[in-house]
T-cell receptor, first 115, second 115 residues
């Protein structure tokens, strides 16, 4: 299984809602990532979990709250988002430690619209 | 900090022809990894090809090959016998061994394939 799955595929939420994005992989990868991607732009790294511990937080606003319940799951909890947070949210995973060929495997993304 | 530059926002190629996408990067490191990722419209990002800086031989994957010029800090992607399915956004990315989990992406090049 060389797949990263993400749910939901699409999400529309109001600025007062609380929602969560889910990411799952069964490749035995111990690094998992959240990226935000605007249209026709490269992905922007948000968070990295290494061995289920948060290792990188790219100064993301606190309205985004990541969680890594186990080595296969990664969640992104959303609360009080702004319309400018509308984007494609990508999850990725890779092997640890960061050896030469630990490519990042990306999920299909969740298309988030904040009204 | 490392930077990656893709100077071609858009490229077009005729089906069955060859196209080259350019990528340059800036780094003071001698050992690093370079990647080309492909992101088709509304589909997930996948790795096309990768290169380790200490390997002089250019990487090749079927119709995809790179021209890695370490001294010039250039990493171009050549697609031979272009197919309609090659139409996508292509991202060049750099990864440092020191910051193993962080990918530095270029701005991307949209490749259009004409039939």
């Amino acid at each position: 299984d060389t797949e990263v799955t993400q749910t939901p595929k699409h999400l529309v939420m109001g600025m007062t809602n609380k929602k969560s994005l889910k990411c799952e992989q069964h490749m035995g990868h111990r690094a998992m990532y959240w990226y935000k991607q605007k249209a026709k732009k490269p992905p922007e790294l948000m968070f990295v979990y290494s061995y289920e511990k948060l290792s990188i937080n790219e100064s993301v606003p606190s309205r985004f709250s990541p969680e890594c319940p186990n080595s296969s799951l990664l969640n992104l909890h959303l609360h009080a988002l702004q319309p400018e947070d509308s984007a494609l949210y990508l999850c990725a995973s890779s092997q640890e430690p960061a050896g030469s060929y630990n490519e990042q495997f990306f999920g299909p993304g969740t298309r988030l619209t904040v009204l | 900090a490392q930077t990656v530059t893709q100077s071609q926002p858009e490229m077009s190629v005729q089906e069955a022809e060859t196209v080259t996408l350019s990528c340059t990067y800036d780094t003071s490191e001698s050992d690093y990894y370079l990647f080309w990722y492909k992101q088709p419209p509304s589909r997930q990002m996948i790795l096309v090809i990768r290169q380790e800086a200490y390997k002089q031989q250019n990487a090749t994957e079927n119709r995809f090959s790179v021209n890695f010029q370490k001294a010039a800090k250039s990493f171009s992607l050549k697609i031979s016998d272009s197919q309609l399915g090659d139409a996508a956004m292509y991202f060049c990315a750099y990864r440092s061994p020191q910051y193993g989990n962080k990918l530095v992406f270029g701005a991307g090049t949209i490749l259009r394939v004409k039939s």
